[in-house]
């Protein structure tokens, strides 16, 4: 089975721009949460989806926003990117999400500059 | 905010057992504890998770606490793969994971 497939690995975008990751989940899972890492603050919740709709948010700004598609594939959205979204942007998916174990992937590298 | 509280960094031989802590003083009746570890470049990795009564896996065990306001995750015999950070997560009701700073172990040859 294929693992967590994230794209791209490494990303640079500059302030102000907006940007889109793509997470496509082990087949058959239909839970897909996002994290971001960061060295000060560590793993980070942004949020959960499970069939197509937003289950559980974390605590980050509006600007940051997901969405899943029929086939568990997810995608989030920074806008207005600042300084401070470089981050290793982890996907991690699990088949309906209630305690089950996360199977992450390497995540995306964000570089903002 | 982070749920759990765990030593920075921790130190085992090779071949030794490695014995790592984690306070969940807030826990409540209904919160899963899982561990994850994650090694450089890659995404955390699950090692095992439990509710109150102690857990068996091929990579770990996990004794938890009777009061639940700490576990222990142990490795029965370090190898040098099994150096990486090593993430105590409490799971609440509403399937978020509260991931916390994490315990960086080095294993020594």
């Known amino acids: 089975k294929a693992g967590v497939t994230q794209t791209p690995r490494y990303l640079i975008k500059t302030r102000g721009q907006q940007v889109t990751l793509s997470c496509s989940p082990i087949?058959?899972?239909?839970?897909v949460s996002w994290y971001q890492q960061t060295p000060g603050q560590g793993l980070q919740f942004l949020f959960e989806?499970?069939?197509?709709?937003?289950?559980n948010k974390g605590n980050f700004p509006g600007r940051f926003s997901g969405r899943q598609f029929s086939n568990s594939r997810s995608e989030m959205n920074v806008s207005t990117l600042e300084l401070g979204d470089s981050a290793l942007y982890l996907c991690?998916?699990?088949?309906?999400?209630?305690?089950?174990?996360?199977?992450f992937g390497n995540g995306t590298r964000l570089t903002v500059t | 905010d982070a749920k759990t509280t765990q030593p920075n960094s921790m130190e085992s031989n090779e071949e030794e057992p490695v014995h790592l802590p984690c306070n969940h003083s807030t826990i409540s009746g209904t919160d899963y504890i899982h561990w994850y570890r994650q090694l450089p470049s890659q995404g955390p990795e699950y090692v095992i998770h439990g509710l109150t009564s102690n857990v068996n896996n091929r990579m770990a065990s996990l004794a938890i606490a009777e009061d639940r306001k700490s576990s222990t995750l142990i490795l029965h015999r370090a190898t040098l793969r099994d150096a990486a950070v090593y993430y105590c997560i409490q799971r609440d009701t509403g399937n978020q994971f509260y991931f916390g700073t994490g315990t960086s172990l080095t294993v020594i040859p």
């Open positions: 991690a998916s699990s088949p309906d999400g209630t305690n089950s174990p996360l199977h």
């Open positions: 989806y499970f069939s197509e709709t937003q289950r």
């Open positions: 087949s058959g899972h239909r839970s």
